[in-house]
């Protein structure tokens, strides 16, 4: 009896058991009593770590590298940040330095700024209260500098004294028919100014036109339009001076500089050298032009007077006394009635060679055992110098060299050099021909 119930609750335990396990339900006793609910995380469980040996042993050996490479890259990464904040500092300083110099050099240029002008304003007031003296002084020295330029042949010194004199006699007489009495306050004043102003435009404008002779542009306008090239450097040099002297005028009159009449007073000055030069270079043209002018209504007036002094009365400007004072600025000299002057060259020998050339009595001169040129001589001194000079210099520009006793040039179509007029203080007369493939110097004697 005693093992049939202990093997009945073993069999009954073993069902249920089973029966919970394969139907699971929630059991409610009659007082009260509820079998818990398994859990979703049940069976979850902490596992068991696995064995740490070769993690540990690969940790140890990172470690290791790693603090081998620190021990590379830390001084090299310290040593840029040194050397970053060393270079900060330094481009710091010298900005620090750079602007402390600059304000000190403003300053000291602001310092000379306000000595100089103080000092300027003091010598123009005391200028202004010795008119007379300081004119007077400005002239002398204006005519020391030209006579010195013409004597010494520097065209620098003559036109900086010419302009000087020009400006003293041009601002004086404008000054005076404006209505202000003759040697007063206001015309000294205009006469000081044109003096001082006309010296220093003259300078200037010397100096422009000689740099632009040799510039680039220049050279290849000559190319172009060989005419103005040549003349281009007088132009620029004449729009400069002229627009010098009027900044000078009105900084010294009014205090200021008006830009406006600067450009236009530039502008003329341009526009007249141009005028000035294309009449020169057709300067007989013109002359013959005017003497050959018909007088009509003076020569018909003594016809309907009956007079008989009408066969005789001139009937062209050429005929008159002025037509003939003006025909002597021509190539032919000597009134509409004087002989053409015709020169050609003749085939000479010289040193058993034969050469074209002008003059007599050839003279060969050699440089290095090369010719370099040929010495002629021609009767008729200087006046006759003139007249060969601009006879061979027909049909081409002549550009004549005021400052240098007027000396004169002609230049082919390339810029180059063939016909020179030179005069000497003996009173000769020099006449250098690059025409005939050979240069020739021609003498003219007094």
Known sequence: MGKVPRHFMILFSLVWVGMNCLFPAEVFADRGFQVPEIQEDFGQYDRIPEPQENTELIQQNTQEETGTWDWITEPVAQGWKWAEEKIAAAWNWMKETASDAWDGIVGVISRIA???VDALSAAWNWIL????????ILSILGVIIAVIG??????????????????????GFISLISGNELFSDEMLLDMLIGGIAGGISALFGWAAGAGAAGSSVVRWLGTRIPWLGRIFPKMFGGGVGAGVDQSLWDLLRNGKINWKRTVIAAGLGFVLVFGGEYVGSHLDDIIKWINNRNIPSFAQS???SG???????????????????????AAEGGGSGSSTLTIKATIKAVDGKEYLLFGDNPVAKYKKGNLSRINTDMAGGRERARKVFKQLAKGRQIQWDKPKKDWARVEDEKGELILQFRTKNDGSTNIDVKINGVYEDIHFKP
């Open 150 to 171: 013409f004597v010494i042949e520097a065209p620098l010194a003559l036109i900086v004294g010419a302009g000087i004199l020009l400006g003293e006699l041009i601002s």
């Open 307 to 329: 007079n008989s002094a009408a066969m005789t009365a001139p009937k062209r400007v050429g005929d008159t006394p002025f037509g003939q004072w003006l025909q002597k600025f």
């Open 129 to 136: 209260e010795h008119k007379e003296i300081v004119i007077t």
């Open 114 to 116: 306000d000595v100089v």
């Open 302 to 304: 003594f016809v309907r």
